[in-house]
């Protein structure tokens, strides 16, 4: 379970003033409050950590070379390179690794105590502009498309293409449900209740808000859990050998092994260590 602290960044001043200024992330995280009050900017900056948490686990980058600039680099990809000032302060804290950004410097360094537990999640952040993708059909086009839209609208595409064919995508919001034109590719919103289905580009702001959030999240759950055992044959000597590293029963390591080498599964054994 992550805990995220922010400081001086943007909008944001004291920060959260309870638990010593640490946000918890459980399963669940819901932020109410008033516009321009930080909340999306505490969102993109626990993403940009828990993906450089997971980088690092991978093996991306070094603990060691990483840089302050580095950092900063990769908080410009959630436009939040204007929001550090001189006594900005950011620590996060997972299973993995522990950051520390203060006085315009960067740390990190490894939990031992907790690495072992780590497990690498599948992180996307969904911007609130994602509206653009159910209107505009070659967003990609646009000059200037932050950096989050452009990598949304590749995972919206990659949704939209494993859709066709798999009929009726049940929505978060009860008696309608997305489909996929198969002539065009076009994304349609079927109301049950009147059996009547109209393009998603003139279904109402809140479908085509929740239409884009819910097929890509939809999509990506469904990846990060399919064909799993040809990804861990297909894993590069470096991950694996950290995969390997994780696993601490010598049968789980033994039939990993094997699968790797030869090819063979024994379906319910990984099932229950893998998947």
């Known amino acids: ?34 516009q321009g009050t930080g909340k ?34 990769l908080c410009r990809n959630q436009l939040l390179e204007n929001s550090f000032n001189k006594n900005t302060e950011l620590e996060y804290v997972g299973d993995a690794y522990h950051f520390l950004y203060k006085d315009s410097d960067f740390l990190a360094e490894v939990n031992t105590d907790t690495i072992s537990s780590y497990e690498r999640p599948k992180i996307m952040y969904i911007p609130s502009e994602r509206n653009i993708l159910s209107v505009v059909k070659n967003v990609e086009e646009l000059d200037n498309l932050p950096p989050m839209l452009r990598l949304l609208r590749r995972r919206y595409l990659q949704a939209n293409e494993h859709l066709i064919g798999k009929g009726e ?23 049950e209740k009147n059996n ?26 469904w990846y990060s859990t399919t064909n799993m ?5 297909a894993l590069n000597d470096k991950t694996y050998e950290q ?8 049968e789980a390591l033994s039939e990993l092994e094997r699968y790797v080498t030869s090819g063979i599964i024994k379906k319910r054994f990984l099932k229950n260590h893998f998947l």
């Open 229 to 233: 055992l040809d990804r861990i044959r």
């Open 1 to 34: 379970m992550a805990k995220l602290r922010i400081k001086n960044f943007g909008p944001i001043t004291e920060g959260f003033l309870a638990s010593d200024g640490f946000i918890t992330f459980d399963k669940y995280t819901l932020f109410i409050g008033d």
């Open 243 to 250: 995969l390997k590293s994780t696993l601490s029963n010598e």
């Open 169 to 191: 995508f049940a929505l978060p919001l009860s008696g309608y449900t997305a489909f996929v034109n198969k002539t065009n590719g076009e994304t349609f919103i079927k109301d």
């Open 40 to 73: 999306s900017t505490v969102a993109k900056m626990y993403s940009v950590c828990s993906w450089l948490e997971k980088a690092f686990f991978r093996g991306d980058y070094n603990v060691d070379t990483f840089e302050v600039l580095d950092f900063e680099e």
């Open 196 to 221: 009547k289905s109209v393009p998603l580009i003139c279904a109402s702001s809140g479908l085509q808000s929740i239409v884009p959030l819910s097929l890509v999240t939809g999509f990506l759950a």
